[in-house]
């Protein structure tokens, strides 16, 4: 069973760009958060699709935006780059237990480096 | 104040030591608490998920939360240099609810 999956490993881009992100999620799953992790830091939550809408969000600007396939797979969009955007960005996907809690598991990231 | 705080570390034991990680939190309303590790440029791998207070354990790794004083505790017994990697707490408030992570702690176990 393969776990959650994202393309491309790296990239890099340069400021004013735009860049799409992608994932796949767990087998079974049918929620997909994405997360953005600075070097050094803890991942920050960027928002959360379920049912091919956007359930939460994080405080993260505009510029960030997604897309849920009715695969439950999903996109993230970031428009007109800036160099504090470069970061390791990761997708989890969850899915609820067997006691109606909720879990969550991440995808190996994707390394974005803005020049 | 951070909602989740972590001691970055690193923290550096012998081989086969007992760890001690820990998390503190501000947000009293956290219910749902779990233990990732991340490698070196890799992905945050979960290891520990607990609900509410109380502790749980699997294998080498035992979680403990204590919602009074909102701290949770990952210990680690019979350390292996394997087990050197980042360790991140996170919490969220209900299911549904974005997880908010701490910094992480690096740690490093030396044979």
């Known amino acids: 069973d393969a776990g959650v999956t994202q393309s491309p490993t790296h990239l890099i881009k340069t400021r004013g760009q735009q860049v799409t992100l992608r994932c796949s999620p767990k087998?079974?799953?049918?929620?997909v958060s994405w997360y953005q992790q600075a070097l050094g830091q803890g991942p920050q939550f960027i928002f959360q699709?379920?049912?091919?809408?956007?359930?939460q969000r994080g405080n993260f600007p505009d510029r960030f935006s997604g897309h849920q396939f009715p695969n439950y797979s999903s996109e993230l969009n970031v428009n007109a780059l800036l160099l504090g955007d470069s970061a390791l960005y990761l997708c989890?996907?969850?899915?609820?237990?067997?006691?109606?809690?909720?879990?969550?598991?991440f995808g190996p990231g994707t390394r974005l480096l803005v020049l | 104040q951070k909602e989740v705080e972590q001691d970055p570390g690193p923290l550096s034991v012998p081989e086969g030591a007992i760890v001690s990680l820990n998390c503190t939190y501000s947000?009293?309303?956290?219910?749902?608490f779990m233990w990732y590790r991340q490698y070196s440029r890799k992905g945050p791998e979960l290891l520990m998920y607990?609900?509410?207070?109380g502790n749980k354990e699997d294998g080498r790794f035992t979680a403990q939360v204590d919602k009074s004083s909102k701290y949770i505790s990952l210990f680690i017994r019979d350390s292996q240099p394997s087990d050197s990697a980042t360790y991140l707490c996170?919490?969220?408030?209900?299911?549904?609810?974005?997880?908010?992570f701490g910094p992480g702690t690096r740690l490093s176990v030396l044979p």
């Open positions: 699709y379920y049912e091919e809408e956007e359930r």
């Open positions: 607990t609900y509410s207070s």
């Open positions: 087998s079974g799953h049918d929620t």
């Open positions: 996170a919490m969220s408030l209900n299911y549904g609810q974005n997880f908010v």
């Open positions: 947000n009293s309303a956290f219910q749902y």
């Open positions: 989890a996907s969850s899915y609820i237990t067997g006691e109606g809690q909720e879990t969550q598991y």
